[in-house]
């Protein structure tokens, strides 16, 4: 099992983007799924959070402006990232709390990352 993002790239300030993360491989269970981003210098922090059954939850810095959305059924997660700014430039990782057909029990899962550049 893997995680596949996509929709990285190199965008104005106050522009957007739209990232996508799919599940490759066959899995019986899928929980909270989620992105992350990690600036030059920084950790990598949790930015958006869509668990299972419940509603989407922000860090600050992107409420408002950031939306995750999930379809459980074609086991992917998304982001679209609205009036972005500089400081937004990082890369972005997709992560899922996924459970493999040949395993009782959740772990959690990463993407490979995705850069995003904001910038003029």
């Known amino acids: 099992v893997q995680l596949q993002a996509s929709g990285g790239g190199l965008v104005h300030p106050g522009g957007s983007l739209r990232l996508s993360c799919r599940v490759s491989?066959?899995?019986?269970?899928?929980?909270?799924m989620r992105w992350y981003r990690q600036a030059p210098g920084h950790q990598r922090e949790a930015i958006a959070t869509?668990?299972?059954?419940?509603?989407?939850s922000y860090a600050d810095s992107v409420k408002g402006r950031f939306t995750i959305s999930r379809d459980s059924a074609k086991a992917t997660v998304a982001l679209q990232m609205n009036s972005l700014k500089a400081e937004d430039t990082a890369v972005y990782y997709c992560?899922?709390?996924?459970?493999?057909?040949?395993?009782?029990?959740?772990?959690?899962?990463w993407g490979q990352g995705t850069l995003v550049t904001v910038s003029s």
């Open positions: 992560n899922m709390d996924l459970r493999p057909v040949t395993s009782v029990s959740f772990r959690e899962y």
């Open positions: 491989g066959v899995v019986s269970g899928i929980g909270a």
């Open positions: 869509f668990p299972s059954g419940g509603s989407a």
